[in-house]
């Protein structure tokens, strides 16, 4: 492997700061360690970086990523189709995320959880309320949680469940393996 791991990370945490999107650094850096071995140095630096940056904010469902403003950001001679080449060969040595339904179906899932939650932390006798929703298609055991007087529930418990339903949603974002890579696994 001719990169260090300390010169990767600080060109992908430089990389990213310049570009304001330094909240998926971590995506990017696995995605980086993984084009080490997956491209084979077919690319230069500075646009496997961009792939590795627009992959990562494309699982990462939080940032968006201009090519166009990238590419002429950093260095300004980066070239946007070799960067979205390299995302797309990156991308086949990857299995690829969940479905939009399925990761639809996570986020609600969580976002019902952590509502249940904060009216658990708030003392709230009943579950919160959300008009215009109905529980079909929730998770059943998720649903039982919301029919129940909150006081009669585990706060911990359902840390621990949000906790795992936010991993089962990143996962399903990232996909198996990258996942995996991001954390170590």
């Known amino acids: 492997m001719a990169h260090s791991r300390p010169a990767t990370q600080s060109r992908i945490d430089r990389t990213a700061r310049e570009l304001g999107c330094f909240e998926i ?12 071995s997956a491209l084979e140095d ?4 500075t646009t496997r970086t961009l792939a590795a940056l627009r992959l990562a904010a494309a699982r990462g469902g ?21 960067v979205a080449a390299t995302q797309a060969r990156l ?10 339904d399925e990761i639809r179906r996570l986020r609600r899932a969580v976002i019902t959880l952590r509502e249940l939650v904060a009216a ?27 029919e129940r007087p909150v006081s009669t529930l585990d706060g911990d418990a359902l840390a621990r ?5 936010e991993a ?6 990232l ?3 990258l996942y995996a890579m991001v954390h170590g696994a």
């Open 161 to 165: 469940h949000l906790e795992r339903l």
């Open 42 to 45: 077919e690319t230069d630096r």
């Open 62 to 82: 939080t940032v968006s990523f201009d090519l166009e403003a990238a590419c002429a950001a950093v260095d300004g001679d980066a070239d946007p189709d070799a």
């Open 175 to 177: 996909g198996v393996d």
């Open 168 to 173: 089962d949603l990143e996962m399903a974002r």
């Open 91 to 100: 991308e086949s040595t990857l299995q690829p995320p969940a479905s939009p």
């Open 120 to 146: 658990h932390e708030r003392g709230r006798e009943n579950a919160p309320y959300r008009p215009g929703s109905s529980l079909a298609g929730v998770d059943p055991a998720l649903a039982g949680l919301l």
């Open 25 to 36: 650094v971590d995506i990017a850096r696995a995605v980086d360690r993984h084009a080490d």
